[in-house]
Nanobody, 127 residues
Framework: QVQLVESGGGLVQPGGSLRLSCAAS?????????MGWFRQAPGKERELVAM???????RYGDSVKGRFTISRDNAKNTVYLQMNSLRPEDTAVYYC????????????????????WGQGTQVTVSS
């Protein structure tokens, strides 16, 4: 069984920054090809925030490009999301996700493609 544990959410003012972390653990050896983040705001569908894949390729959601940066420590099976210039519309529950194998580019935004999910961490951007 694979567990993804997120940390780092909270309340921040517009224009501020937060850093999310997600550590993957398993009783068996687990080295996912893809790790990253989706988010879901009330009344909205879950959407891609950022993903990183083996070989250091990345993909970002259009609304966060230039503001968020994803990084990964393979030795620790941990993925990070540095969020800068936060806006009220970034308010959502952020979910860590992982996938054993890579998916094609066109499928990366489809949350049903991913194998494992964390419990979610709330990010609220408000003054």
């Amino acid at each position: 069984q694979v567990q993804l544990v997120e940390s780092g959410g909270g309340l921040v003012q517009p224009g501020g920054s937060l850093r999310l972390s997600c550590a993957a653990s398993s009783e068996r050896s687990f080295s996912p090809n893809g790790m990253g983040w989706f988010r879901q705001a009330p009344g909205k569908e879950r959407e891609l925030v950022a993903m990183t894949w083996s070989g250091s390729s990345t993909r970002y959601g259009d609304s966060v490009k230039g503001r968020f940066t994803i990084s990964r420590d393979n030795a620790k099976n941990t993925v990070y999301l540095q969020m800068n210039s936060l806006r009220p519309e970034d308010t959502a529950v952020y979910y860590c996700t992982a996938r054993a194998r890579r998916v094609v580019w066109s499928a990366m935004t489809d949350s049903s493609q991913y194998d494992y999910w964390g419990q979610g961490t709330q990010v609220t951007v408000s003054s």
